[in-house]
């Protein structure tokens, strides 16, 4: 094995898209996780877990702009030649799931989940092939209280992870208006050119924000060419057609009662439009009744959200205010998260509608705005202490005193390399410890131990070029009886939290 | 879509091997983790994340007994027709990750992760495709500190998680006191013959446990012929070198003591081999000075582990109690984790050796035997107060109280179908709620709301069938002022807990 190996040697890398997260990140999702799934609890959701992957034709598919050839997803084939994909949400996983397990389940049925999701595109700056989600969902319900709780779960989420009110906006809209305007329009029912319109009007009004009202109607008429010169087709609609959709896409929004007025006046006599102002309605009221008024869920018409399976309400949290990052670039944030009512997503295996509705977190965008406002939650994990090896002959003293410190409860490590001094000491300053216990031959001739505190703060100081410099300098150390090693530790740690 | 999904109707299930994880075992396990998390921090690792996929070989190939055509691990191409694969454990993905970005980590490097690993393998009963593993690993010493380390480290896991001193054992082994063992009967050396050899040796020792000396040793002979009548072919050893084998597998083991007195003499003048006892030695005493003796960590020259990449100390941790099942079978839980030194998995990125070691949790095999003995950690959560809606029109008012017991901290739901009473109580029965909260039209007009306890100790018993009938028998409900509402709530969990 050794010798072929050494005749091809694998590089050591990572496809594109995919990351390794470390130690720093990876404990700052698992607080923000901790926050957001204390939030999930005290709404009552129950958590639920399911694989990562499953029968291609479960999952379904309905990722919108699928360009690439795998269809958005990872698939592969297993013994019998049947096709299973990674999940690309935790929705599609969920609907089979209460399918699969409906007689048994307590309905409605609330369950929040978390974990990754894999889609097969084209990777970018924040665009991963591996991604977390945090979703709860409500399945077996068709009032629109169980939408209305979504958008106060989410803010309270946002809230709890240290965002303030005022800097975000939990923005809902409903498919049912839009259906309904597109009835106005005549582009309804099953035809496969109207359905093929219907999808570039969606597709069209998600780009209000990027585009602006000029690019969306160009979109919605014969097409849009970019600044590159990439062309993309409209939708073909014509000028009056175009202007109702504008209309609607630009609705007066200065306030929840005015979104309802214009909205209702542009679905007309549509059925299924007025059903869905409707239900805008009873959403702002709920979320009122608790004091979630419009300043954190705020009707919004632009609201399309990509996915293909909602039905009804959807919704978009989003972080409205700006921040500067590392390189002094202003940068918005956007949306962290969304979800709506889909209907039909069980349908698809039972037959017979089970409502549904459910709300979803980005997990990694959210963590990133985090980052950037210095929003922090939960308990910060100190480094270790590391007790060095003066002599490789008493590593087992050294062993000895490492024991003692865990089973007080404090974070150490023995030093396990191989070399000296010096390189321990460089070690522990790159681990970040807190200090290093030494014992070397004076001390263990003398029944002591000393302890070198190696202050967090001064060390990580960007003014400090010379390690070496303010080490020796600094009289951050103190001989104690070995007796006494767990607490000389204890008080070197506590003065530097002081 | 919706006509076209009529045609044909997914059916709703998980291929086998793979399952759903209920809310209460994600609960457990969060739990286990969070014990197991506490642990490897305190022994001074950090968490690092790697995606679910890598290139396949970065990955590389190192499990036992692939005898399905995808090798055991679960592949697919990417755009450029590359070959992935989802990790099979989370060594390798580490040793490429070390590899990668060597010059940046402080070494040793020593970092703990969790997550699901995948595996293409022939389902069976408690055997997934996806199960769930968690590592520490310390990667760039060749110290048998390190490996000593793990050895306490898991000792403090399954204490940490209720498994009482005396019910494990960390057993522990030396790969090249085998390759001692196999140098001394002739056939060490790259020849392939001796190769193959040597992999059937191994996996003969793996089957002492199973097949007991008397199958081990037809294993190394000529073959043997199980109960099915199947026939596995043998490693062809003389009578002379199976001897050997059996005299290194049986070795006396009443002590570590007496284990390294025989291994000494067995491995003869194999350098190799005793350079693996001595490693042994210095394991022991290193456990032994922390209070680690033979009855938590044991010298067991069985212990072989199955994957291909360790090349030095392997270790097994064991629970040694029986205990019965739900069926009133007793189960033997055996090997719940184990780890080794895999000194060569880096280098096959980096052409120099980069000594290494790791021990792995197997979650699901482990948190099975802590179901059966009882054991429990962290924090059990209590199911939702349900607040039911007696009248549609006063939707809100339910929101209201829902809202007012969760801003409390009490985890709560309004009761979000659109059925009756009784169907509202069957729901909160369902979900085990500890008490629902009224508000009739009764309550409305007098300015109350009735609390009903729903006491689950009672309700869960089995003796009692007609839950109309205990409920309606049970004085538990108490009526009082809607202000109060909180504090009664808090009152009838209290009440519950005490």
Same mark, same amino acid.
């Given at each position: 094995m050794a010798k072929?190996?050494?005749?091809?040697?694998?590089?050591?890398?990572?496809?594109?898209?995919?990351?390794?997260?470390?130690?720093?990140?990876?404990?700052?999702?698992?607080?923000?996780?901790?926050?957001?799934?204390?939030?999930?609890?005290?709404?009552g959701f129950e958590p639920l877990e399911t694989p990562a992957f499953e029968y291609?034709?479960?999952?379904?598919?309905?990722?919108?702009?699928?360009?690439?050839?795998?269809?958005? /997803?990872?698939?592969?084939?297993?013994?019998?030649?049947?096709?299973?994909?990674?999940?690309?949400?935790?929705?599609?996983?969920?609907?089979?799931?209460?399918?699969q397990n409906y007689d048994a389940l307590a309905k409605p049925f609330r369950r929040?989940?978390?974990?990754?999701?894999?889609?097969?595109?084209?990777?970018?700056?924040?665009?991963? !092939?591996?991604?977390?989600?945090?979703?709860?969902?409500?399945?077996?319900?068709?009032?629109?209280?169980?939408?209305?709780?979504?958008?106060?779960?989410?803010?309270?989420?946002?809230?709890?992870?240290?965002?303030?009110?005022?800097?975000?906006?939990?923005?809902?809209?409903?498919?049912?208006? !839009?259906?309904? /305007?597109?009835?106005?329009?005549?582009?309804?029912?099953?035809?496969?050119?109207?359905?093929?319109?219907?999808?570039?009007?969606?597709?069209?009004?998600?780009?209000?924000?990027r585009l602006g009202g000029e690019g969306v109607r160009l979109l919605l008429g014969t097409g849009r060419k970019d600044e590159s010169g990439d062309y993309t087709k409209g939708a073909g609609l014509t000028g009056n057609q175009a202007d109702l959709i504008m209309a609607f896409v630009e609705a007066e929004a200065s306030s929840n009662a005015s979104v309802l007025a214009s909205l209702?006046?542009?679905?007309?006599?549509?059925?299924?439009?007025?059903?869905?102002?409707?239900?805008?309605?009873?959403?702002?009221?709920?979320?009122?009744?608790?004091?979630?008024?419009?300043?954190?869920?705020?009707?919004?018409?632009?609201?399309?959200?990509?996915?293909?399976?909602?039905?009804?309400? /959807?919704?978009?949290?989003?972080?409205?205010?700006?921040?500067?990052?590392?390189?002094?670039?202003?940068?918005?944030?956007?949306? /962290?998260?969304?979800?709506?009512r889909y209907d039909g997503l069980v349908q698809r295996f039972k037959g017979v509608e089970v409502p549904a509705t459910g709300f979803s977190i980005g997990v990694s965008r959210l963590q990133t705005a985090l980052d950037v406002i210095g929003a922090t939650t939960g308990e910060h994990i100190s480094a270790p202490i590391v007790v060095l090896v003066m002599d490789r002959d008493r590593l087992s003293d050294s062993q000895q005193m490492t024991f003692e410190l865990r089973a007080a409860g404090i974070r150490a490590e023995m030093y396990l390399g191989t070399s000296g001094m010096k390189a321990q000491m460089k070690y522990a300053d790159k681990r970040g410890a807190p200090a290093v216990v030494i014992e070397g031959e004076d001390e263990h001739a003398a029944g002591t131990v000393t302890i070198k505190d190696l202050e967090k703060g001064l060390r990580m100081s960007e003014d400090i070029t010379d390690n070496e410099e303010w080490r020796s300098g600094r009289p951050a150390q103190v001989t104690v009886p070995r007796g006494s090693l767990v607490e000389a530790v204890r008080d070197v740690l506590n003065a530097q939290r002081g």
């Open positions: 072929r190996d050494k005749l091809v040697r694998p590089k050591a890398r990572l496809p594109k898209g995919l990351r390794d997260i470390s130690a720093d990140e990876t404990r700052a999702t698992a607080r923000m996780l901790a926050a957001i799934e204390s939030v999930y609890e005290l709404y291609t034709d479960a999952l379904g598919k309905f990722l919108p702009d699928q360009d690439r050839p795998n269809e958005g /997803v990872f698939s592969f084939q297993d013994e019998d030649e049947q096709w299973l994909s990674l999940r690309y949400d935790l929705t599609a996983p969920l609907a089979r799931y209460v399918a929040y989940q978390f974990g990754p999701v894999w889609r097969n595109e084209k990777p970018g700056p924040g665009r991963y !092939l591996q991604f977390m989600q945090f979703d709860a969902d409500t399945v077996g319900t068709a009032s629109v209280a169980a939408d209305a709780e979504l958008c106060m779960l989410a803010a309270d989420c946002l809230e709890k992870l240290g965002i303030p009110r005022g800097e975000y906006l939990m923005r809902v809209n409903n498919r049912k208006v !839009l259906d309904g /305007v597109l009835e106005e329009i005549g582009i309804s029912g099953e035809d496969e050119g109207f359905a093929l319109q219907r999808l570039t009007v969606s597709r069209a009004i998600d780009k209000l924000d209702r006046t542009i679905v007309g006599t549509s059925v299924t439009g007025g059903e869905g102002v409707d239900e805008l309605e009873q959403i702002a009221a709920l979320c009122e009744v608790s004091g979630y008024d419009e300043t954190r869920v705020k009707l919004d018409p632009s609201v399309v959200r990509g996915l293909g399976y909602y039905t009804g309400p /959807v919704f978009e949290a989003e972080l409205t205010f700006e921040a500067r990052n590392d390189d002094g670039d202003i940068v918005r944030f956007g949306s /962290v998260g969304g979800g709506g």
